[in-house]
Nanobody
Framework: VQLQASGGGLVQAGGSLRLSCAAS????????MGWFRQAPGKERDFVAAIKRSGTTYYADSVKGRFTLSRDNAKNTVYLQMNSLKPEDTAVYYC???????????????????WGQGTQVTVSS
């Protein structure tokens, strides 16, 4: 499985961005997908996830501002980010999980494949 993240950029505080993650593979609809972010010198943190069923999960820090969705026909997930804050600045990574046994959305070890990351910078 190959994941291609895109949509990052520079935006002012209060602005919006939409990240996309396109996945290869014929069974995308059976993947659980997640987004994580990593700021310089910090650990990779959970942002949001969407199960194959469509159920979504969000970190408390982004609830109400970010929305994760998926389009199985396009093998793509979208992370709509609104009301961006300087503390949202990070490299954003998408990830795919093929086996939901013992899957926990917020754990990096739950995911089997990772994209290359896309930089999001929010200026104050």
């Amino acid at each position: 499985v190959q994941l291609q993240a895109s949509g990052g950029g520079l935006v002012q505080a209060g602005g919006s961005l939409r990240l996309s993650c396109a996945a290869s593979g014929r069974t995308f609809s059976s993947y659980d997908m997640g987004w994580f972010r990593q700021a310089p010198g910090k650990e990779r943190d959970f942002v949001a996830a969407i199960k194959r069923s469509g159920t979504t999960y969000y970190a408390d820090s982004v609830k109400g501002r970010f929305t994760l969705s998926r389009d199985n026909a396009k093998n793509t997930v979208y992370l709509q980010m609104n009301s961006l804050k300087p503390e949202d600045t990070a490299v954003y990574y998408c990830a795919a999980s093929l086996d939901d046994t013992n899957w926990i959305a917020a754990l990096t070890i739950s995911y089997d494949f990772w994209g290359q990351g896309t930089q999001v910078t929010v200026s104050s």
